[in-house]
């Protein structure tokens, strides 16, 4: 029985993250359209590239509605990188635009200068460690990952959460925090990449796969 | 700021071979790549650098379906480069699953590639490779295409810094004279090379021992160090070079690879 519904509105890392989840145990269907998403247990959004994209190509395959309704009825949701982007109200990336809504908060440019006035690399690029956020790991994806086992960026832009309590992790760039995971109720998202994070990344995956299958009813 | 460094098994294929050879040539079958990868995926490598070294369309067409068999298991950043000549051959290895590409002979010929693959994918996709010789009248380095075979009258920093305008995330520097030959790197051309490049750069070709890889990244400025022969014949293991780069105050990541899969 598929356990995880993978909403596959043409982002480019798809086949990565399908092989990963896989690999993490679960058994995945790649949704092209909504209708493929009735009755899903839980749903995984990838992304790469820019938000503004994203989203209209999300909107465009007819699944931004559908994915609310789920959430709405306690599906659980794991979004990654610009999928996790996505999910915020809206973003200042090449002008302004409306995310979905379902964590409240915006998409912002990462800091361009360390507190002692370097400049900063944009895009990070990376692997980075993650740090405890305003909220418990426990019962999230992050419930098994080691703080010493750094994980795998690439990413201009940041969520940054209305509510602070919505913030699962932080890593640091050049002496700045960087959300690096966010929760809502049964919505994850990570700015890593999880299917590209080694052994550790598959641990994020493991749990949430964990997660859903003791979380369903 | 303390940067953290990468390391990066570098794995050079013949079809379906991983083969090492000396100064790009004199090439012997070590093994199967995918097997090699895998091993140091589950070692804590950083990332994992496939060149092809045929670079025919088959060898083009075998590259791919390697990449897509190694990501199924290999789930570390990934580079794919040799004889990726247009933006179908790169579409076709991101398809695949690379999450890079590196690119020489392709741009030598024509540098708006760089551009184009960086405008598709992000720059930090977009790795220029250079194949670097030193010149004989000792005036710097000269880039060479078809694997360290082809002169071509460039001068390597001045391509180098035509190639970052254009929008490369990174640069493989690979020193043809001491690849393979475990003499250490040059860390001349790689000093020079970070000296006008503002995006990080791959140390390539001559690590023999631990304190090669410690020169290039304190004296040279490297930002990841490509290693393939004393890895493929364990001559040296990752864990080694980890523990040694640490020992002298280099960032290194420490990856959990607990082999709970």
């Not at chain 1, 890593?192 to 641990?203: I, N, V």
């Not at chain 2, 995006?199 to 001559?206: C, L, N």
Request: aromatic share 6%; charged share 25%.
């Amino acid at each position: 029985m598929t356990l995880l519904h993978i909403c596959d509105y043409g982002s480019g890392n798809i086949h990565n993250v399908e092989r990963a989840l896989v690999r993490a145990g679960a058994q995945v269907l790649r949704c092209e359209s909504a209708q493929d998403m009735v009755g899903a247990r839980a749903v995984v959004i990838p992304g790469v590239g820019a938000f503004g994209d994203c989203i209209a190509a999300l909107r465009a395959k007819g699944f931004e509605e559908p994915i609310k309704d789920l959430v709405d009825s306690g599906v659980w949701v794991l979004g990654i990188c610009v999928g996790m982007q996505i999910l915020a109200t809206h973003s200042e990336e090449f002008g302004h635009h409306q995310g979905m809504g379902i964590i409240p908060g915006s998409v912002r440019l990462i800091p361009g200068q360390t507190p002692e006035g370097e400049t900063l690399k944009r895009p990070h690029v990376g692997w980075s460690n993650l740090y405890s956020g305003e909220t418990s790991w426990c019962d999230s994806p992050l419930a098994n990952v080691d703080q010493a086992s750094p994980v795998y960026f690439v990413h201009s832009y940041q969520l940054v959460p209305d509510d602070p309590a919505h913030v699962l992790a932080y890593s640091q760039y050049g002496g700045h925090p960087i959300v690096a995971a966010v929760r809502r109720k049964r919505v994850f998202g990570v700015q890593f990449h999880p299917e590209k994070s080694g052994h550790t990344g598959l641990r994020v995956l493991e749990e949430f796969v964990k997660l859903v299958k003791a979380g369903s009813d | 700021m303390k940067k953290k460094v990468r390391l990066i098994a570098r794995l050079d294929i013949k079809g379906p071979k991983l083969i090492k050879g000396v100064n790009l040539e004199g090439v012997r079958v070590v093994g199967d790549p995918h097997e090699f990868a895998k091993s140091y995926f589950h070692q804590g490598v950083d990332e994992i650098l496939y060149m092809d070294s045929v670079a025919t369309l088959y060898g083009r067409n075998s590259l791919a379906q390697l990449v897509r068999e190694t990501t199924n298991d290999v789930f570390v950043p990934m580079t794919v480069g040799g004889g990726l000549r247009t933006l179908a051959d790169v579409d076709e290895m991101m398809r695949a699953g690379a999450d890079k590409v590196a690119i020489n002979t392709a741009a030598i010929r024509r540098p708006e590639i760089l551009r184009e693959v960086a405008r598709r994918y992000g720059s930090q996709a977009m790795v220029l490779s250079v194949e670097a010789k030193r010149r004989r009248d000792g005036n710097g380095w000269e880039a060479y295409v078809d694997l360290g075979r082809e002169k071509t009258n460039v001068d390597v920093i001045e391509w180098v810094k035509q190639a970052v305008d254009l929008g490369v995330g990174e640069i493989l520097v690979t020193s043809v004279d001491r690849e393979g030959t475990r003499t250490g790197f040059d860390v001349e051309l790689v000093r020079a090379v970070v000296d006008v490049a503002d995006v990080p750069v791959i140390a390539s070709g001559g690590m023999g021992k631990l304190d090669d890889a410690v020169d290039v990244i304190a004296r040279g400025g490297a930002d990841a160090v490509a290693v393939a022969h004393v890895l493929h014949y364990k001559q040296i293991s990752l864990e080694n070079m980890r523990q040694c780069l640490f020992d002298h105050d280099i960032e290194v990541s420490i990856h959990d690879v607990a082999t709970h899969l």
